[in-house]
């Protein structure tokens, strides 16, 4: 098993930056890759960015290309996602997963993930 803590929400005003950070512990070494997801209210749950574990590949989708940026530091378990120009449509509970599948392929389905975290929120006023 693999658990999963994220940190980092809160609330802050359109066009500002937010840094979120997510810790793995427990079988880490069975991780392929890990996520970050979204979820606003009455919405579905939205893949925002992914990052392989090993390579440090990463891709993100189109809504936050250009203001968000995953990376990770492998000796501590850790991924962060600095959060720039936020808007008001970025506000969301924002979740950090992790799955172990094989390959280089970026996996945006959430379904597809087997570790969750416990979401932070993140609020953007405009």
């Known amino acids: 098993q693999v658990q999963l803590v994220e940190s980092g929400g809160g609330l802050v005003q359109a066009g500002g930056s937010l840094r979120l950070s997510c810790g793995a512990s427990?079988?880490?070494?069975?991780?392929?890759?890990m996520g970050w997801f979204r979820q606003a209210p009455g919405k579905e749950r939205e893949f925002v960015t992914s990052?392989?574990?090993?390579?440090?590949?990463?891709y993100s989708a189109d809504s936050v290309k250009g203001r968000f940026t995953i990376s990770r530091d492998n000796a501590k378990n850790t991924v962060s996602l600095q959060m720039n120009s936020l808007k008001p449509e970025d506000t969301a509970v924002y979740y950090c997963?992790?799955?172990?599948?094989?390959?280089?392929?970026?996996?945006?389905?959430?379904?597809?993930?087997?570790?969750w975290g416990q979401g932070t929120q993140v609020t953007v006023s405009s």
């Open positions: 990052i392989q574990w090993s390579g440090g590949s990463t």
């Open positions: 997963a992790a799955h172990k599948r094989l390959g280089r392929v970026h996996i945006i389905t959430p379904s597809s993930y087997d570790y």
């Open positions: 427990g079988r880490t070494f069975s991780i392929s890759a």
